[in-house]
């Protein structure tokens, strides 16, 4: 198994070849210049159910590959962080699920020296594909700031890193869970743009509108595409967040899912949830609240997140069209 993965020099030059490897078919892509799209494991892991999990993770790939790019699955297995897997190691992710650890920055460095298995939040996964020197990454939502993050000072490790590191990350929007205003404040702050895929409005994952702008609508994956070759060109450094509406047969009334929120949130704080495993407890209660109508609608999300973000490093790897 070993064999078929090769060592890649990171392009940060931090000396941890060691512990990160590509897959011949990501490796391959990468060292000719054709795209790559990263995909994210933590959604696997702790964000969806088995077998939906599996099967979710198994079609965005593929949607990747038919929109011609290489899918590159990002994620910890046994102290590797590995770009790109096999079917088997999915697999493998899949059923062990919340078995799995849940692998954000902060993480990272324990979780390879110690050997784990994990599936790696929006904020490794860009750590990790940054380092493999790709620039294009899809997720079904980003994490956030949460509701009651004046007193609990719970912010997603996920903004922070968009602030940091050059990845643009393909999403919903950031999930009806949290507060949005606060997170879109938040990245301001920390500059990150937030372009909108054919909308004005800020989607919140699971409803196409938030109630919030985003800061530019842009209508095509080759201009979302310049706005990266703008900001590598400027040396800027930050991410970017590109928010896709969900697809309209899925979404759901923005009402409704205010009130199953809520009641999720309140549940959480009753039952003691912090740090880490708020994020999966609130994903899983609002699913069991909406009936499965929430996991049908992260499923469908997160097909169309990585097929704009395919979309998006395909147009990133062809020329400028001159004149
Ligand atoms: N969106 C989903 N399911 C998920 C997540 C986002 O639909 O499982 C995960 C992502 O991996 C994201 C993480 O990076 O939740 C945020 O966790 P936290 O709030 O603890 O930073
Ligand atoms: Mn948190």
């Not at 078919?25 to 990263?38: I, K, M, N, S, W």
């Not at 937030?194 to 919030?212: E, N, W």
């Not at 979302?224 to 900001?231: E, F, G, L, N, T």
């Not at 400027?234 to 969900?246: D, E, F, K, R, T």
């Amino acid at each position: 198994m070993r064999a078929r993965f090769r060592r890649i020099m990171p392009v940060t030059m931090s000396g941890i070849t060691d512990n990160i490897q590509c897959s011949a078919a990501v490796g391959a892509a990468l060292a000719e210049g054709r795209p790559v799209l990263a995909l994210e494991s933590t959604i696997i892991t702790h964000g969806m159910p088995w077998p939906q999990n599996l099967e979710t993770a198994r079609v965005a790939a593929a949607a990747v590959s038919d929109a011609g790019a290489v899918p590159a699955t990002i994620a910890i297995i046994d102290g590797v962080a590995r770009v790109g897997l096999t079917d088997l190691e999915l697999e493998h992710l899949a059923r062990a699920g919340s078995d799995a650890v849940k692998c954000s920055r902060r993480d990272l460095a324990v979780l390879l020296a110690t050997g784990a298995t994990a599936g790696t939040t929006v904020a490794a996964t860009m750590i990790l594909a940054h380092q493999a020197g790709i620039r294009v990454f899809a997720t079904g939502g980003i994490g956030g700031v949460h509701r009651g993050a004046d007193r609990t000072l719970d912010v997603s490790a996920d903004l922070l890193e968009l602030s940091r590191t050059p990845v643009a990350v393909v999403c919903a929007g950031p999930k009806a869970i949290l507060d949005i205003g606060l997170t879109r404040e938040y990245l301001e702050t920390q500059g990150v743009p937030v372009i909108g895929y054919r909308t004005d409005k800020l989607p919140a994952f699971y409803a196409a509108d938030s109630g919030y702008p985003v800061d530019r609508r842009l209508d095509e994956a080759r201009a979302i595409a310049r706005v990266i070759r703008v900001q590598d060109e400027m040396g800027l450094g930050q991410g970017l967040v590109v928010a896709n509406p969900p697809p309209a047969e899925t979404s759901m009334r923005a009402e409704d899912m205010r009130r199953v929120v809520l009641q999720a949130v309140e549940e959480a704080a009753a039952s003691g949830v912090s740090g880490k495993a708020v994020t999966p407890y609130l994903l899983q209660r609002v699913e069991q609240l909406t009936g499965g109508a929430s996991l049908e609608a992260n499923i469908a999300l997160m097909i169309n997140n990585a097929r704009l973000g395919a979309d998006i490093a395909v147009a990133l790897s062809q020329p400028e069209p001159t004149g």
